[in-house]
């Protein structure tokens, strides 16, 4: 009897722990990949932040007031631009590298399913979460290569004005600044656009880790 009564209690005790529900790898992965989208999102607000202050430096230059005070700003700027965009880079690739192993998770977990309408239901979220990603993919992948070339064109002017910055240096290549700038206010436009379709994937991948 004592020993009955040992085995219905350990029962008891466990059965509340085996009933309680374990998040399965897949949605521990999503809710990763969400934080990891939120951390990519941060970054490329402060990259934006960055690159309005350089177009304001750089329309200072052409004023050609407290030019050598506009130049250093836009110096700093521009070095703490090129910092972030390292870090965004290191965050895509963490964004990526979640995606793989949240879809490789969940498909893993659907592959144990019984019911075919069951199976063919998931599937198809999966499929749909593919395809939102590759096209959020996508679009990172073209604002980066749009950066690189901006970054590269500021990078140039710092070079530029590093050996020439007199009024006249600066008036020679005030037409290059003008393109900078053009530059600079569409790629700011791309990223907010950017940034609402990375909210939107974030939303998307969070509600499915129910978190």
Not at 129 to 134: E, R
Request: aromatic share 4%; hydrophobic share 35%; with cysteine.
């Amino acid at each position: 009897m004592k020993r009955i009564l040992t085995l219905a209690l350990a029962f008891a005790v466990a059965l509340p722990l085996s009933g309680q529900a374990q998040n399965s790898d897949s949605l521990n992965l999503a809710a990763d990949q969400a934080t990891s989208m939120n951390k990519l999102d941060d970054l490329m607000g402060r990259a934006q932040k960055r690159l309005s202050y350089i177009m304001t430096n750089l329309g200072e230059l052409t004023d050609g007031n407290d030019s050598n005070n506009s130049f250093d700003r836009f110096k700093d700027n521009l070095d703490d631009l090129t910092s972030i965009r390292s870090d965004i880079k290191d965050r895509v690739e963490r964004v990526r590298e979640l995606q793989g192993q949240r879809i490789a998770a969940w498909t893993k977990e659907v592959s144990g399913m019984t019911d075919k309408d069951m199976r063919k239901m998931t599937n198809d979220q999966i499929d749909k979460a593919k395809a939102d990603f590759d096209l959020l993919d996508k679009q990172l992948r073209e604002v980066g290569g749009d950066a690189n070339d901006l970054t590269a064109l500021l990078q140039d002017l710092k070079k530029y004005f590093a050996s020439s910055f007199t009024p006249d240096s600066i008036k020679t290549c005030t037409p290059m600044i003008e393109k900078a700038r053009a530059s600079g206010q569409e790629m700011v436009k791309d990223v907010d656009t950017l940034r609402d379709h990375i909210y939107k994937q974030k939303q998307g991948v969070k509600g499915s880790s129910g978190n």
